[in-house]
């Protein structure tokens, strides 16, 4: 039925020829991989999008949290790139063991690198939540006809909510200090496997312990707080890498409309190209982050102008409709990095948050509380 959610597991399996993929109610306990997704109808203006996600609970596995996709979502990505011929590439092992310590890093701390946390509305009311959909809605009118290329976006969300630039102290400590998490791991995981998982654990660990949980260290706080984010970004090279393969069977399976797997396509990827400026770097349209996992997003979708604009371009597939979508997602993150400035603001001055969230921030509310969780709010001071 129309808006509501329903649960569905994902298996996927590595053939010599090709990736299958099956569908089931519940969970499969002998799927080598399993992935747990929602599913529901939402309504973009005047087109039905038949969407699909992840919980956001169910991927990061901070503060000690149970996520039940996260495992998963990692272990496959690594299975595909041995699949591909491509596990002796250093971003590759980087990327893989980054995301395998995310759980133990500082979910605060990489928020100073990247601003994407979510914002607790528990004590609004639900007419402020009313007032500040249509702030939102009102700002993307102003500008409804305006567009950004994927360069303009880029530069426009960096300038909003980070990454912000570092000193030249900070950048050495941060080669050094890699240096020494990833030590010999790199090497050792083609020979070891679990073994430089482990040994890049104990690494990561000991550098939190001298640094992170001590006074001082100014320097390599700044560069913990990298890795920590860095975490969270090879995180989402895997869950794109996972939606790659999964997306195509989601079509076939639920018979998708172009319009969707086109919604998807955008909203489940981290889109990435080699850089023109450099040939040994990248170039990532949202900065390593997944705009379906971004809090800035969410509201968006809550706005008569923003479905519109979605809805403009689904349908009609042309550079100007993206790119206006693009502005649209800009205006959003400029709109949510002002609700987060204030939000640190007013917890200084109560203890209370008062912000703009969306449907995930509830996901989060309800995981807590089903599981025992004592609610946190994750906002640094």
Not at 134 to 161: G, H, M, P, V
Request: with cysteine; hydrophobic share 35%.
């Amino acid at each position: 039925m129309p808006g509501q959610i329903e649960d569905i597991y994902a298996q996927l399996e590595i053939r010599e020829t090709h990736y299958e993929a099956s569908f089931s109610e519940s969970p499969d306990p002998s799927a080598p991989f399993q992935f747990k997704l929602c599913r529901k109808q939402t309504t973009l203006g005047d087109v039905i999008v038949d969407q699909f996600w992840m919980p956001i609970p169910s991927l990061y596995g901070q503060r000690g949290r149970r996520a039940v996709n996260h495992q998963p979502i990692v272990d496959f990505y690594w299975a595909v790139c041995g699949d591909r011929d491509t596990q002796d590439d250093s971003l590759v092992r980087e990327s893989y063991l980054l995301a395998k310590i995310l759980p133990h890093a500082r979910s605060n701390g990489s928020r100073k690198v990247f601003v994407d946390s979510f914002q607790s509305v528990r004590d609004a009311r639900q007419q402020q939540v009313r007032r500040w959909t249509k702030e939102l809605n009102e700002r993307l009118r102003s500008c409804r006809t305006e567009e950004y290329d994927d360069l303009a976006f880029q530069r426009a969300t960096a300038d909003l909510i980070g990454p912000p630039l570092y000193s030249e102290e900070v950048q050495h400590r941060y080669a050094s200090l890699t240096g020494e998490l990833f030590g010999e791991a790199r090497d050792a995981l083609w020979e070891s496997g679990t073994d430089a998982i482990d040994s890049i654990l104990q690494s990561w660990k000991t550098i939190l312990e001298r640094y992170g949980r001590r006074g001082g260290h100014p320097i390599e706080k700044q560069v913990i707080d990298i890795l920590s984010y860095e975490c969270r970004a090879a995180l989402h090279r895997c869950y794109s890498t996972v939606w790659s393969i999964l997306l195509p069977a989601l079509r076939i399976k639920y018979d998708m409309s172009d319009e969707s797997y086109v919604f998807h396509q955008l909203w489940h990827f981290d889109r990435c190209q080699e850089s023109i400026e450099r040939d040994d770097a990248y170039f990532h349209l949202f900065h390593g982050q997944i705009f379906g996992l971004h809090p800035a997003c969410g509201p968006l979708l809550q706005t008569e102008c923003g479905t519109e604009l979605f809805a403009e371009w689904l349908v009609a597939g042309t550079l100007q409709s993206y790119r206006r979508v693009l502005r649209a997602i800009a205006v959003a993150v400029n709109y949510y990095g002002e609700q987060y400035d204030v939000a640190k603001l007013l917890r200084k001055k109560d203890g209370v948050i008062k912000s703009f969230g969306d449907m995930v921030e509830v996901e989060e509310r309800e995981f807590d509380q089903a599981s025992g969780h004592r609610i946190e709010k994750d906002l640094e001071e």
